[in-house]
């Protein structure tokens, strides 16, 4: 797995917990004074992850020479055809990863909220350890988060998981709970269908009725037509 460490102002080789949670990946470092530049030279190799550890507020990442928004990240992002995920320990970069997401659709994972260095740097180890062991991303988070909850519990549950293609259990009972609705409300109104169909069912019926009644009574009227006319050419005829 080709792994991309993102670290403005930061000198990730010398942070054992990152040096412990590449271990089995090849590993390239994008740290110390970056900028637009360095960062965009970073991205011309492909890589299958980016992990981006660093300070984020809102819309934005930090980096040297300003904070950089999600869509000129994302404007980088472009060329990485392998792309398979994403991962901020950056503080508030729910809207960065969310926009992430929806644009290059792969999983993102993100901070919902602030979160201290050693609980980033706990995260990252745990999860990549069991990413590698499982290679199974939401299995990896969840263990992640538990090693938190351990160490740092007040920073487990703002790590989060952006994946339009995972479903947790709670949110699949969501859905089926939903569709079970949607088909109430289906089954509700074709009864109404149902009986509507009946109604004009005997409607045609009254209407057959009458247009048969009717043509009898035209027939009736031609045979009596035809009587009478016999009847006046048999006494209209000179004898």
Same mark, same amino acid.
């Given at each position: 797995?080709?792994?991309?460490?993102?670290? *403005?102002?930061?000198?990730l080789q010398t942070h054992p917990e990152i040096i412990r949670a590449a271990q089995g990946m090849e590993v390239y470092f994008c740290d110390g004074l970056v900028d637009r530049q360095k960062l965009e030279q970073a991205l011309y190799?492909?890589?299958?992850?980016?992990?981006?550890?660093?300070?984020?507020?809102?819309?934005?990442?930090?980096?040297?020479?300003? *904070?950089?928004?999600?869509?000129?990240?994302?404007?980088?992002?472009?060329?990485?055809?392998?792309?398979?995920?994403?991962?901020?320990?950056?503080?508030?970069?729910?809207?960065?990863?969310?926009?992430?997401?929806?644009?290059?659709?792969? *999983?993102?994972?993100?901070?919902?909220?602030?979160?201290?260095?050693?609980?980033?740097?706990?995260?990252?180890?745990?999860?990549?350890?069991?990413?590698?062991?499982?290679?199974?991303?939401?299995?990896?988070?969840?263990?992640?988060?538990?090693?938190?909850?351990?160490?740092?519990?007040?920073?487990?549950?703002?790590?989060?998981?952006?994946?339009?293609?995972?479903?947790?259990?709670?949110?699949?009972?969501?859905?089926?709970?939903?569709?079970?609705?949607?088909?109430?409300?289906?089954?509700?109104?074709?009864?109404?269908?149902?009986?509507?169909?009946?109604?004009?069912?005997?409607?045609?019926?009254?209407?057959?009725?009458?247009?048969?009644?009717?043509?009898?009574?035209?027939?009736?009227?031609?045979?009596?037509?035809?009587?009478?006319?016999?009847?006046?050419?048999?006494?209209?005829i000179p004898r």
């Open positions: 797995m080709r792994t991309l460490f993102v670290a *403005p102002n930061s000198n190799d492909e890589v299958d992850t980016i992990h981006f550890a660093g300070h984020g507020d809102m819309s934005v990442l930090a980096l040297n020479d300003g *904070p950089i928004e999600a869509h000129e990240l994302l404007s980088m992002l472009r060329r990485q055809r392998h792309l398979s995920l994403v991962v901020i320990t950056a503080c508030h970069s729910t809207r960065v990863g969310s926009e992430i997401h929806n644009a290059m659709h792969v *999983p993102v994972v993100l901070m919902q909220a602030e979160i201290g260095d050693a609980a980033a740097g706990r995260f990252s180890e745990t999860f990549y350890r069991s990413l590698r062991a499982e290679n199974d991303i939401r299995k990896a988070v969840d263990v992640a988060r538990a090693a938190l909850a351990k160490t740092h519990p007040e920073d487990a549950d703002i790590v989060t998981l952006i994946n339009g293609d995972m479903t947790t259990d709670a949110e699949m009972q969501g859905c089926m709970s939903y569709v079970k609705t949607q088909l109430g409300l289906m089954d509700n109104k074709l009864f109404r269908v149902e009986g509507k169909l009946e109604m004009i069912e005997e409607d045609v019926k009254a209407l057959t009725a009458r247009r048969e009644h009717f043509w009898t009574v035209v027939i009736v009227l031609i045979a009596v037509l035809a009587i009478s006319q016999t009847v006046a050419t048999i006494f209209l």
